[in-house]
Every structure is written in structure tokens, then in C-alpha cells.
């Protein structure tokens, strides 16, 4: 069985644990501190960062990107009869997010208020992309469930997370994606792809008080265009 090394709130992780549980490839994880790594991990991780994938052979992978390409050549894709081309624009999509999981984070963990308004207004920019793409859904490329839906669910799931605690709407003003989020959010694929305690762990880290988000009763100023369909993805 794989071995996926992992740290239990890390985005990069939950995109590949993500895309083995919707190809329903048996797993195991081994969690480490990444404040404390292990000799060991960081004797077999070139980077010193997580994920770290472990094959069956003993073969050991490193970077997400990387590990998500592994697991689509061994094994049937999530969509069949994808064309090259298209298979290039997916990878493009979820490059797209992938580069942006460090700017959600570094939003969510904002000091002050005029840092973390200034950050989600960058992070908005990539969300708004995604908005003039979407179709009639419910998933990015419409009924099915794709790779590009895997990459983006971290960045979903997150701001689903700071909504349902702050009431600060890291996708205001996109109402497409927002239903994007919900569709995300009802498959068991989001529950699976992380810990039983991912969401106090989460909390704990970028609510604490330590950051505007958690230290402060928001009084959100950047509302969705229409909050009850936020509302109705909680």
C-alpha cells in the first residue's frame, strides 16, 4: 500500500489525498511536525516539504504536481476520452490554483484588517478567473468530476471553513464559484481527503487570535453579491 507522508492542514497534501480517495486508491498516511521534521523525512524529502509519496516498490516522490501525474499514469483517470489538448488546459486550471494555495494561507493568517483586505483582494483576482470560465456546472467543466475540481478543492474547502466561523466571504462577488463550492462541498471526497481533526487543527492555526480573522469580530464589509446563495452553501 502507498504511503502518503503528510502534515495535517497542509493544501498540497489534501490536493493529492483528494485525488486518491476519487480514484479509491488504498492509502495510508503518516503525519509529521513540520516545525519538528524527523531526521528520517528529511532524509528521503530533496525539499524538506510534504506531501512525500512512497509507491509500493519503496520508490519515494516528492512535490504535488509531480505525485498528482504519478497517480494519473497508474491508474484509469477520473474522465475518460480526454483529448491532449484538453488534458493541457486542466493541468493549466490547476496550476492556476496550486500557485495560489500559499496566498489563501497567507490571507487567512492577515494581522490587521488592511492586510487581510488587501490579500483577499489578490486572491479574489484568480476566483474571478475561474467565474468568467464556469459554465452551468455543477463542477468546473460541468457534470463531471475532474483533476481541476481536485486542485481547487482546497482553496473551497478553506473558504468554506473561514465563512461558516467568520462570516468573511473569501469569494464575494463570485457567485458562480460559490456554487461551485457547495457542489465541492456535498461530495464525501472533502471529508475523506483530510483528518478527523483537520478543521480544530485549521481553526486553531488561522482563527487564533493571533490573526484579524480570529482576534476580531468581523464585521464583513466585502458581502457576496447574493448572500442568501452564500448562505444556502453552508
Known amino acids: 500500500m502507498m504511503k502518503l507522508i503528510s502534515f495535517n492542514i497542509c493544501p498540497f497534501v489534501q490536493r493529492v489525498t483528494a485525488l486518491l480517495e476519487a480514484k479509491s486508491i488504498p492509502y495510508k498516511v ?4 513540520l516545525s519538528n ?19 509500493e516498490s519503496g520508490t519515494v516522490l516528492f512535490e504535488s504536481d509531480a505525485i498528482v501525474e ?14 491532449p489538448e484538453q488534458r493541457a488546459i486542466d493541468r493549466a486550471w490547476s496550476y492556476m490554483a496550486t500557485k495560489n494555495y500559499l496566498v489563501q494561507c497567507s490571507t487567512m493568517r492577515s494581522a490587521d484588517e488592511e492586510t487581510l483586505t488587501q490579500r483577499s483582494e489578490n486572491l479574489r483576482k484568480i476566483f ?52 461551485w463550492q457547495k457542489a ?23 482563527l487564533s487570535d493571533k490573526t484579524y480573522l480570529g482576534g476580531k469580530n468581523t464585521s464583513i464589509d466585502i ?8 448562505l444556502s452553501a453552508k
Not at 30 to 33: K, P
Not at 40 to 48: D, K, M, V, Y
Open 30 to 33: 503518516e503525519y509529521i511536525s
Open 37 to 55: 521534521k524527523p531526521l528520517w523525512f528529511l532524509n528521503i524529502s530533496p525539499n524538506g516539504q510534504v506531501p512525500v509519496l512512497i509507491t
Open 70 to 83: 504519478y497517480l494519473d499514469e497508474i491508474s484509469r483517470p477520473i474522465e475518460n476520452d480526454i483529448s
Open 128 to 179: 474571478t478567473k475561474a467565474e468568467a470560465y464556469l459554465g452551468k456546472g455543477p463542477f468546473f467543466k460541468g457534470e463531471t468530476l475532474s483533476n481541476v475540481d481536485i486542485a481547487w478543492l482546497p482553496l473551497l474547502h478553506r473558504a468554506n471553513i473561514i465563512f461558516e466561523h467568520t462570516g468573511y466571504d473569501l469569494l464575494a462577488g463570485c457567485p458562480k464559484v460559490q456554487a
Open 184 to 206: 465541492i462541498m456535498k461530495t464525501d471526497i472533502v471529508k475523506k481527503s483530510v483528518s478527523d481533526d483537520f478543521e480544530s487543527a485549521f481553526t486553531h492555526f488561522y
Open 223 to 230: 458581502l457576496p453579491v447574493n448572500r442568501s446563495q452564500a
